[in-house]
């Protein structure tokens, strides 16, 4: 089915949305124009990027510090201001605006100013309800190696379960995998994710920024949504001005010495009048894992991904179409498969449209994700054991009200088709790890966001968003025990969500919320028969799994002061029939333990403190303190894969003039305490040495930045050198699934250097 066609049933979702008569005509659009000044010389500063995130729009100052966005619909919108070395702002601006804006920005070190994925619209972290976090391009390119789950790790809340550089799976309070949802663009990303190994299949590296969600977010993305969100999504296209030109891009080059792994990346971007486009391509290789106790054999990797987009805005809205590829081959250090290797490929295509219409923004999509794995215990050139190929349809539809009587709500609809095709057999008969599968899915969600004193930063803000879940489930007939003419099986929830946000003023807040999450058993959970050659384990499925239910709340309070800027949140999940694998005690097959999967209600509970305080316009000292607790009521231990506790101390120091002409460079050193990390018991995933549980010791490891960028012509040029583990620290990171065998990576020098023009 072509994407055109994928879009015509999302328009036809959408007229049960729209009430008779509204898609006549279109709204209002203005401009949005002004001057960005340095606050204490009022000289003008350009390359500041003005970002409307709700409406995918973007512009940069030029040399007078002037900037304009043309064809803006009326509403209500954030706009931020960021750049280099300077601080970062938003402000709320109600459209059609008489007269230009005045910004003045100070020297500071800059942090992240808007979020779009904690609401269905973009805002400010302060006034959510929930925590969230960001990481730049920028900080994803001079720190983080090829995972989404080392990009993110340093996050309160957040860690990477690391198989190898080559592979990293985020982790959020304690969860991970089928409960944490991983988004492109705010679409959710299947890459079968039902094993600890199992990393999302997309480069961080091909995103603007990504998001992070802590705690349930089921009713803004549905059922693997339950213990929080990761969203990669990418800057809006460029646009021009009076039928004006415009060409830029972005070279980088990478390198870090512990697996002599290199890194490239190329993008390039242009715009005339409305029309903007953008091509971008990364590949990525690196050599065994390097640890204090030697490399870790088999764990070379090699990586490519591209991505293009294109499309037009204009007064109606805007439509646009992308694509991205990612292919990924590595090897997993697996000692009774010594030729281990994987495969794994991702390939997405989207439709997306924005309308401008006189009661609001009516955005719609169609996407197609096809995922493949491929598994060879033998050898790349042997047959593989495990071939799967998923392929997921999403039509997504959305219609955004304008603020009215202080309310500003979002009325969504969704609907997944997917299937499962297992291209594999066992010496049985049997289809590896997988029977063939479909399902299909529909989704219906209301949020409304109240603001009492209507754009006022003082305050209260209330939500509320509610959500119903309707999947269906149908297996083909398989060899497998129950499936011999096939089932069926139907699955419904209905979630919800209530925050309340109090501003003190613009720079304090107190957030609460309340939140009832739900994800339905994996298809694995459901009917997994056989040997599971990346884990090392003969796995069954449980075809009496019900759904897991959840109830979170937590309570939060912030700062954004010139002074101190940082949050303190306490959190309490309740689990009900939480699924967990365990070991059945049955004699083992093919000299591998055999596990299944079982259910209990459980609880998680938690602390976390995040800090920055500026000493100077050039100095400032950042913490972060994350502490979890987790407990299965049926068995009395906690839950596997807990994390220990960890604190973070250092400081940054930066210098250089505002003038994007000038040199600039900073230099930044942190410490990283991480507690004694302790097992569940005998169902903790690769949690035994020698028969006996590993139980880990605590540690700290050092890390150093320095970075520089300065103007050569019309190219603005940024190095950086990064050491990890800067005094070579030898210690066993608890989420690493070697820690069986080794220890984590000892020092590594990372080299970076990016043009852009």
């Known amino acids: ?49 003005v970002q409307i995130p709700e409406i995918k729009r973007r512009a940069t100052t030029d040399p007078q510090g002037l900037f304009i966005i043309e064809h803006l619909p009326v509403g209500r919108y954030l706009v931020a201001f960021q750049g280099n070395q300077v601080e970062s702002m938003h402000i709320w601006v109600s459209l059609p605006v008489d007269k230009g804006m005045e910004i003045k920005l100070s020297a500071r070190i800059p942090v992240a100013v808007v979020t779009v994925t904690a609401t269905p619209w973009a805002t400010h972290p302060m006034e959510t309800a929930q925590q969230t976090a960001s990481v730049s391009h920028e900080q994803l390119f001079a720190q983080s190696g090829m995972s989404v789950g080392e990009a993110i790790a340093e996050l309160p809340g957040v860690r990477n379960v690391s198989t190898g550089e080559a592979s990293g799976t985020p982790m959020i309070r304690g969860m991970v995998n089928d409960r944490v949802r991983v988004l492109d663009n705010g679409i959710g990303v299947n890459y079968q994710g039902f094993s600890r190994r ?70 390039v971007e242009g715009a005339q009048g409305g029309f903007g486009w953008r091509l971008a391509g990364i590949e990525r290789a690196g050599d065994n894992t390097r640890t204090p ?6 764990t070379d990797f090699r990586s490519g991904s591209w991505s293009v ?55 719609m999509s169609a996407t197609r994700q096809e995922n493949h794995r491929r598994a060879y215990p033998g050898g790349i050139d042997a047959t593989p054991s495990v071939n799967l190929f998923l392929t ?70 209330l939500s509320l968003g509610l959500r119903h879940d309707s999947r269906t489930l149908d297996v083909g007939p398989d060899l497998r025990a129950g499936l011999a003419s096939g089932l069926q099986r139907n699955y419904q929830a209905t979630t919800g969500s209530i925050g309340a946000v109090y501003q003190f003023s613009s720079r304090h807040s107190l957030a609460a919320t309340l939140g009832r999450g739900w994800r339905h058993p994996s298809e694995y959970e459901l009917f997994a028969a ?37 949050s303190l949140t306490f959190f309490y999940n309740r689990f009900n029939d939480y699924i967990y694998l365990y070991e059945t005690g049955l004699p083992p097959i093919n000299n591998l333990p055999v596990l299944s999967f079982n259910q209990a209600d459980a609880r998680t509970r938690g602390i976390e403190l995040e800090a920055r305080v500026p000493l100077l316009d050039s100095f400032e000292i950042r913490g972060s303190y994350d502490h979890l607790r987790s407990r299965n009521e049926s068995t ?12 973070s101390l250092g400081g940054r120091w930066s210098r250089g003039s505002l003038l994007a002409d000038a040199p600039q460079g900073h230099v930044d050193i942190n410490a990283v305490w991480t507690d004694t990390g302790r097992p569940s018991g005998i169902d903790e995933p690769f949690g035994t040495r020698n028969g006996m549980l590993i139980k880990t010791g605590s540690y700290v490891v050092w890390n150093l930045d320095l970075g520089v960028q300065w103007k050569w012509g019309v ?43």
């Open 715 to 757: 190219t603005r040029l940024k190095s950086d050198l990064g050491i990890t583990n800067l005094f070579d620290r030898r210690y066993i990171d608890f989420l690493d699934t070697y820690k069986q065998y080794y220890p984590a990576q000892g020092r590594s020098f990372r080299t970076t250097l990016t043009a852009s023009f």
């Open 309 to 363: 987009a294109g499309g037009y805005s204009g007064e109606w809205g805007q439509i646009q179409g992308r694509a991205r590829s990612f292919d990924n081959h590595l090897g997993f250090f697996v000692p009774g498969s010594p030729l281990f290797r994987l495969n794994l490929q991702d390939e997405l295509q989207a439709l997306e449209s924005t309308l401008y219409l006189p009661i609001g923004l009516l955005e």
């Open 530 to 566: 056989g040997t599971h050659d990346g884990v090392a384990a003969y796995e069954l499925g449980n075809m009496n799994l019900k759904e897991e239910k959840s109830l979170n709340a937590e309570l939060s309070a912030r700062v954004n002061h010139p002074r101190i800027k940082g």
């Open 636 to 647: 009395g231990a906690s839950l596997p894969f807990t994390p220990p506790d960890r604190a």
């Open 1 to 49: 089915m072509c994407l055109f066609h994928q879009f015509g049933i999302v328009g036809t979702l959408l007229l049960t949305a729209m009430p008779p008569g509204l898609a006549a005509g279109h709204s209002q659009t203005s401009s949005l124009t002004g001057r960005v000044i340095d606050a204490s010389t009022n000289q003008p500063l350009k390359n500041i990027v």
């Open 392 to 461: 997921t349809h999403t039509y997504k539809s959305r219609l955004k009200h304008l603020p009215a009587s202080g309310f500003q709500g979002d009325l969504a609809l969704e609907y997944v088709q997917q299937s499962n095709d297992s291209l594999a057999r066992s010496a049985s008969g049997t289809k590896t790890l997988l029977p063939d599968y479909e399902t299909r899915s529909w989704a219906s969600s209301l949020f409304e966001e109240w603001r009492p004193d209507g754009s006022s930063e003082q305050g209260w803000i």
């Open 198 to 267: 199992h990393m999302p299949t997309l480069d961080p590296l091909d995103s603007d920024r990504i998001d992070v969600v802590r705690g349930p977010a089921s009713v803004l993305y549905g059922s693997q949504a339950i213990g929080g969100a990761v969203n990669l999504t990418n800057a809006p296209l460029p646009t021009a001005t009076d039928g004006k030109a415009l060409l830029g891009g972005r070279l980088s080059l990478g390198h870090a010495s512990a697996s002599n792994s290199r890194v490239g990346h190329a993008m």
């Open 293 to 298: 106790d030697g490399g870790i054999p088999n």
